[in-house]
């Protein structure tokens, strides 16, 4: 059973909406992904924030441009955490969904992560599970001390070769 679900607006934030895909299997997070639309299908959408909760979804995972309408509808709606991703736009550059999806009214609270921000976003669903799930956590400090050991390695190369060649190489 799924523990989280993404859900975007539409195909082309599928690229965004992947990473956080991406972790969660890393992770071993069950999720469902799913394309629902706010705005062109009212009911399905009402309907899919309506029975997340007794589908077994702890969190949400949201990701939305331009109006950027669709986490802060999902967070009126389920009762657990949502997190919104803002995606990038070509006409503000991602500031509009930003903007639309931090500036939630008191009581709807959306956590909200960068611009095209996937990545994160997964990161912090696994945050929130691993409150209750000692070996999530585990997990997580094992992803972190990995993230540490590749940045360590890079600087140790770049210590070895030096500047100039360890950008040809």
């Known amino acids: 059973m799924a523990q989280v679900s993404i859900v975007m607006g539409s195909d082309s934030d599928m690229p965004v909406m992947a990473k956080a895909a991406q972790v969660l299997e890393e992770l071993g997070i069950s999720f469902e992904m799913r394309i629902i639309s706010a705005h062109r299908e009212p009911d399905e959408f009402f309907e899919y924030a309506k029975t997340a909760e007794e589908r077994g979804i ?11 309408h669709l986490p ?17 736009t070509t006409s503000l550059g991602g500031r509009d969904s930003l903007y639309s999806i931090v500036q939630m009214p008191s009581g709807i609270p959306v956590a909200t992560v960068a ?5 994160n976003a997964g990161l ?5 599970l691993s409150v209750s799930d000692a070996g999530l956590l585990d997990k997580l400090k094992a992803y972190s001390k990995k993230q540490k050991e590749g940045v360590e390695a890079k600087d140790a190369k770049l210590q070895e070769l030096g500047y100039k060649d360890y950008q040809t190489k």
């Open 124 to 128: 912090l669903a696994a945050k929130i």
């Open 115 to 119: 611009i095209n921000g996937g990545a």
């Open 72 to 88: 802060g509808m999902c967070a009126a709606i389920f009762p657990m955490p949502v997190i919104g991703i803002p995606m990038h």
């Open 58 to 68: 702890k969190v949400i995972i949201a990701g939305a441009g331009m109006a950027a």
